[in-house]
């Protein structure tokens, strides 16, 4: 196996002081603390999931980060997030030096955060809002494509389309998301003109994650063609396939107004599937890199792997016969 110290740099690397273009993406119920310390220590960017904290949460991640690597991390705010306002203060306070906005417009909070010396990039799935991110002043995007797990654009667009579009549209570095989860497929994406990776469904499947034992244990379990856009008249998000998620899409198929599936949604359906591990009547976030996923690994094994295997598809990057 080719060495996976052999040094890498681009404009990523660069970026956010790390090795490899490897980024742990902010999940909630999933990413904590222990997840991203444990990446950034590996070598690649963790990240804390700021969408599911209450703002005492966040602060105590924050710390507990800190205390556990020297190395940077970063914090996700999605930016539809209630309490936003006590959430940048608490990362203005701490000083996080790299903060992922997603679910927003990038121009709300872009000027403060890059004021206060903090690295910004903003998550879209289109060439124009990659765009309109850069305007706003963000260092980098992060493009997240139809296969990804969790909040999902309504376009469609597939990782595949996406990243030669956003890297068309805009002079930042791009950053894929959707569906990346071996060192093959991160090959594939730098190719297509990302020079990072951002990976959330493989990091999920790892004892660091802080997601229930019985939701990372359905991941791996889960197959091609288990996991299904959902919700598209409310706020597209990929779900595994499970009872709950049955019901909306018979609801849905029956032609439900956004009011009713709001109600069948209802509160905490997130938290009671992905914290709770209840699997039939919680909402389990995931991508279809799920069906590629298939044990727990520790997460620095998971960078390990995915930088080990880019380099040994960069060695030889056509299957032979
Ligand atoms: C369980 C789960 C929770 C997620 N939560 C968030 C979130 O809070 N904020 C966000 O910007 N993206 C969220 N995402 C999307 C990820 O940040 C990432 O872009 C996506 O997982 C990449 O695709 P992949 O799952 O195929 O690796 C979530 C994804 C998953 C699987």
Redesign the pocket.
């Known amino acids: 196996m080719t060495s996976s110290s052999t040094s890498f740099s681009n404009r990523i690397t660069a970026l956010f002081g790390i090795d490899y273009p490897i980024i742990q993406?902010?999940?909630?119920?999933?990413s904590g603390w222990e997840l991203a310390a444990a990446v950034s220590n590996a070598g690649g960017l963790g990240m804390i999931?700021a969408?599911?904290m209450y703002p005492q949460q966040l602060l105590e991640n924050i710390r507990n980060c800190k205390a556990a690597t020297s190395k940077p991390f970063a914090v996700?705010l999605?930016l539809l997030y209630p309490d936003i306002d006590q959430h940048i203060q608490t990362i203005l306070d701490e000083k996080v030096p790299i903060v992922?906005t997603?679910?927003g417009n990038p121009k709300t909070w872009t000027a403060t955060l890059k004021a206060a010396g903090i690295t910004v990039v903003h998550?879209v799935s289109s060439a124009k809002f990659a765009k309109k991110s850069e305007d706003a002043g963000v260092d980098a995007v992060?493009a997240?494509g139809f296969?990804?797990?969790?909040?999902n654009g309504r376009e469609e667009t597939t990782t595949l389309c996406l990243i030669p579009a956003v890297r068309e549209a805009v002079k930042i570095p791009v950053i894929a998301?959707?569906?990346?989860?071996t060192g093959r497929q991160l090959y594939a994406v730098m190719a297509l003109g990302a020079e990072g990776v951002?990976?959330?469904?493989?990091f999920?499947a790892t004892p660091e994650a802080s997601?229930h034992l019985a939701f990372k244990e359905a991941v791996v379990a889960a197959g091609e063609g288990d996991t299904i856009l959902s919700l598209k008249k409310l706020t597209p998000v990929r779900l595994l396939k499970n009872p709950f998620q049955q019901r909306v899409a018979e609801a849905e198929f029956q032609g439900a107004d956004e009011a009713t599936l709001a109600e069948l949604l209802g509160r905490g359906r997130a938290k009671l599937g992905?914290w709770e591990g209840d699997l039939t009547e919680g909402e389990l976030?995931?991508?279809?890199?799920a069906a590629l996923i298939d044990a727990i690994l520790p997460a620095a094994t998971v960078v390990q792997q995915l930088w080990n295997d880019f380099q040994e598809t960069a060695a030889q990057p056509f299957y032979q016969s």
């Open positions: 993406a902010g999940m909630i119920w999933a999931g969408g599911s996700n999605p992922f997603s679910a998550v992060v997240e296969e990804a797990g969790g909040h998301a959707g569906g990346i989860a951002q990976v959330g469904s493989r999920v997601s992905m976030e995931i991508g279809q890199a």
